[in-house]
């Protein structure tokens, strides 16, 4: 019976956990640990102080430890699409069957938008109603329409983004100008002259605020 006993007695000691020598009274949280509110001197802890049973360190304050933030990535920033447009820049542009014929199909106005239907060689651009010459074709930026003011005593509207180019026609001092595209250092719109009439071309940046 002796021997029981102390088998017994042996056995119980055996299924106790090592680690609750250092137990006290409190449940511990998702982190496995808690904050002493009972017989903390007793512990060799101070009141309120937040601590583990796992072996992790302790904190003072009843204040659990804050996870770490992450820093969201930098938002990218879409680069812009530049749209181009091909126009004509000629009065009449001659718009033929098929490349190098002489016999005109029909004919495009100054300003008429050429939808590339596929370029032929370097002189020809085909469109729907046929081909027509690179040579009487421009091209400008499309921007954000907007108004600009004539602001010398006279400014010049050019056929294509050079100045040196055919004249359109002119307007004087403080006229409006319909502004859609840009190119070369030139305004892209409309406008009227002195006398009313509608002008459609490039006008230089230089005389416009």
Not at 98 to 114: Q, R
Request: glycine share 8%.
């Amino acid at each position: 019976m002796k021997y029981f006993y102390h088998f017994i007695v042996l056995l119980t000691l055996l299924l106790v956990p090592f680690n609750m020598v250092d137990a006290h009274p409190g449940r511990t949280d998702a982190n496995g640990g808690h904050t002493c509110r009972t017989n903390c001197e007793k512990w060799g802890l101070q009141y309120g102080q937040y601590h583990y049973h796992n072996g992790g360190s302790t904190s003072s304050g009843g204040s659990q430890p804050k996870p770490s933030t992450v820093k969201p990535a930098p938002a990218q920033t879409a680069t812009p699409v530049v749209q181009m447009k091909t126009i004509v820049a000629v009065d009449q542009a001659k718009v033929v069957a098929y490349p190098n014929s002489t016999e005109a199909v029909s004919a495009l106005w100054y300003g008429f938008e050429i939808s590339d239907e596929g370029s032929y060689d370097d002189q020809f651009v085909k469109i729907a109603q046929g081909y027509v010459s690179k040579l009487v074709l421009t091209q400008y930026t499309v921007t954000q329409a907007k108004t600009v003011t004539i602001a010398t005593d006279k400014a010049y509207f050019f056929a294509t983004p050079v100045a040196t180019s055919t004249v359109r026609g002119s307007t004087i001092k403080n006229t409006l100008v319909q502004v859609v595209g840009e190119s070369n250092g030139f305004y892209y719109g409309s406008s009227k002259d002195a006398n009313g009439k509608i002008l459609v071309g490039f006008v230089a940046k230089t005389v416009v605020k």
